[in-house]
């Protein structure tokens, strides 16, 4: 019998890439799978960026670099700031990881103490409360609602603030629901936080590039100084830039002394993120902005096609996402759970999807639209017919 410390015995695995798991294996058995339940955009990262990691390790690029990221990569992450968000960084305050996960890993393990609190808007990504648990932290969740959003309101905020709240995560664009929050809805929230100094704000913008209906993409950090001093800014390379399997992520600390304290137990973990994808990442960075717009168009056409198709469908009640590449659907009427729902689909029809249980809401299931038009037109023909069996009712059927 292993030995296992109580605090890995109290994590649990991650759903998302469990599904996807069973799904590849049902495909390699020859079943004739749809999945919606990527995390990742379906494309192949951009060719001048495999190039820029390809001539690295060729010309010898190949060894350990700084425990931050080489110099001339955390110099790009703040020229990004700088030029995206109007944020002046320097190198010594970027720490750039194995992806926006390892990030987020390291400022958890960086700031919390047993029995802080972490506010997490809900639905939510489901690492968030994992990672705070691990660090015995407690997670406190604000329930947002579908008619509002998925919008953390500020009075919600205010009720969820107590002295032993540490950490306020936002994630905007949102995984999985695909809320993008406007600059007034920000400075709202913003106006909260100022009333209690003691919460750093960790913000998550990994899905920062895409954004839909000319919407444009603001960082927390951005509308306000002292709240922006007290704000801990997280990105990466994989969605914007279709990098999921390089593991590039970063943080930017407007505290030096965070950035310090985590690039130095990064040296004692993973040593330094690798040494050729930062040139990828420094490329992608410097010239990735066209490909990463090509591509944000390609979802949003996705997305208005799929939300529309889903939205004519009895029973089944989306939320138009207003970035990312997941659309979440409310399932209520379906009078199942989204565990046993994602189960019968994945076995009567060969569709899988995400539940939304371990996202918070067992009401939603959600579809990831980062596939082909064609895997989609089929996912929607399928679920049309099992809704249609499952739910024979002349009314809905004919919608
Ligand atoms: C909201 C959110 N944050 C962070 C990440 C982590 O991204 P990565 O570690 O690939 O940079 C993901 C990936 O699914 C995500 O959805």
Same mark, same amino acid.
């Given at each position: 019998?292993?030995?296992?410390?109580?605090?890995?015995?109290?994590? %649990?695995?991650?759903?998302?890439?469990?599904?996807?798991?069973?799904?590849?294996?049902?495909?390699?058995?020859?079943?004739?799978?749809i999945s919606l339940s990527a995390g990742e955009p379906d494309f192949d990262t951009p060719a001048f960026i495999q190039q820029a990691a390809i001539k690295a390790m060729q010309s010898g690029f190949t060894r350990y670099t700084a425990a931050a990221g080489t110099v001339e990569l955390r110099?790009?992450?703040?020229?990004?700031?700088?030029?995206?968000?109007?944020?002046?960084?320097?190198?010594?305050?970027?720490?750039?990881?194995?992806?926006?996960?390892?990030?987020?890993?390291?400022?958890?393990?960086?700031?919390?103490?047993?029995?802080?609190?972490?506010?997490?808007?809900?639905?939510?990504?489901?690492?968030?409360?994992?990672?705070?648990?691990?660090?015995?932290?407690?997670?406190?969740?604000?329930?947002?609602?579908?008619?509002?959003?998925?919008?953390?309101?500020?009075?919600?905020?205010?009720?969820?603030?107590?002295?032993?709240?540490?950490?306020?995560?936002?994630?905007?664009?949102?995984?999985?629901?695909?809320?993008?929050?406007?600059?007034?809805?920000?400075?709202?929230?913003?106006?909260?936080?100022?009333?209690?100094?003691?919460?750093?704000?960790?913000?998550?913008?990994?899905?920062? %590039?895409?954004?839909?209906?000319?919407?444009?993409?603001?960082?927390?950090?951005?509308?306000?100084?002292?709240?922006?001093?007290?704000?801990?800014?997280?990105?990466?390379?994989?969605?914007?830039?279709?990098?999921?399997?390089?593991?590039?992520?970063?943080?930017?600390?407007?505290?030096?002394?965070?950035?310090?304290?985590?690039?130095?137990?990064?040296?004692?973990?993973?040593?330094?993120?690798?040494?050729?994808?930062?040139?990828?990442?420094?490329?992608?960075?410097?010239?990735?902005?066209?490909?990463?717009?090509?591509?944000?168009?390609?979802?949003?056409?996705?997305?208005?096609?799929?939300?529309?198709?889903?939205?004519?469908?009895?029973?089944?009640?989306?939320?138009?996402?207003?970035?990312?590449?997941?659309?979440?659907?409310?399932?209520?009427? %379906?009078?199942?759970?989204?565990?046993?729902?994602?189960?019968?689909?994945?076995?009567?029809?060969?569709?899988?999807?995400?539940?939304?249980?371990?996202?918070?809401?067992?009401?939603?299931?959600?579809?990831?639209?980062? %596939?082909?038009?064609?895997?989609?037109?089929?996912?929607?023909?399928?679920?049309?017919?099992?809704?249609?069996?499952?739910?024979?009712?002349?009314?809905?059927?004919?919608?």
């Amino acid at each position: 019998m292993s030995n296992l410390s109580k605090r890995v015995q109290s994590i %649990t695995p991650s759903v998302t890439l469990g599904i996807e798991a069973k799904a590849k294996e049902l495909k390699a058995q020859g079943k004739d799978i749809i999945s919606l339940s990527a995390g990742e955009p379906d494309f192949d990262t951009p060719a001048f960026i495999q190039q820029a990691a390809i001539k690295a390790m060729q010309s010898g690029f190949t060894r350990y670099t700084a425990a931050a990221g080489t110099v001339e990569l955390r110099k790009a992450v703040c020229a990004k700031l700088e030029r995206d968000q109007g944020l002046k960084f320097a190198p010594d305050q970027i720490v750039v990881s194995c992806g926006a996960k390892h990030s987020l890993f390291n400022i958890f393990f960086a700031l919390l103490n047993e029995g802080d609190e972490v506010i997490i808007p809900s639905p939510f990504w489901l690492s968030y409360p994992e990672m705070a648990q691990m660090f015995g932290a407690k997670s406190v969740f604000i329930e947002t609602a579908q008619a509002s959003g998925f919008k953390v309101l500020p009075a919600a905020l205010e009720k969820a603030i107590t002295p032993k709240t540490k950490i306020f995560v936002i994630n905007s664009p949102s995984n999985p629901t695909g809320a993008v929050y406007s600059k007034e809805e920000l400075q709202a929230l913003v106006a909260v936080l100022k009333k209690h100094p003691h919460v750093t704000v960790v913000s998550d913008e990994i899905y920062e %590039t895409l954004v839909y209906d000319g919407r444009k993409h603001y960082s927390i950090a951005q509308l306000d100084p002292e709240v922006g001093a007290r704000t801990i800014l997280v990105n990466g390379m994989s969605k914007s830039y279709a990098m999921t399997g390089w593991r590039l992520g970063y943080a930017a600390f407007p505290m030096k002394d965070a950035a310090k304290a985590v690039a130095g137990f990064q040296s004692h973990s993973t040593s330094n993120p690798t040494s050729f994808a930062q040139s990828g990442g420094l490329a992608a960075l410097e010239q990735g902005a066209a490909d990463a717009k090509a591509m944000c168009e390609v979802f949003e056409k996705r997305r208005t096609w799929f939300y529309e198709q889903i939205s004519r469908l009895p029973k089944l009640k989306p939320f138009r996402p207003e970035g990312a590449f997941y659309l979440f659907v409310d399932i209520a009427e %379906t009078g199942m759970g989204s565990l046993k729902l994602s189960e019968a689909l994945l076995e009567e029809i060969a569709l899988a999807v995400v539940p939304g249980l371990p996202f918070g809401s067992d009401r939603h299931i959600r579809m990831s639209f980062a %596939t082909s038009e064609k895997n989609l037109e089929k996912a929607v023909l399928r679920l049309a017919g099992w809704l249609n069996k499952h739910n024979p009712h002349p009314a809905s059927a004919q919608r």
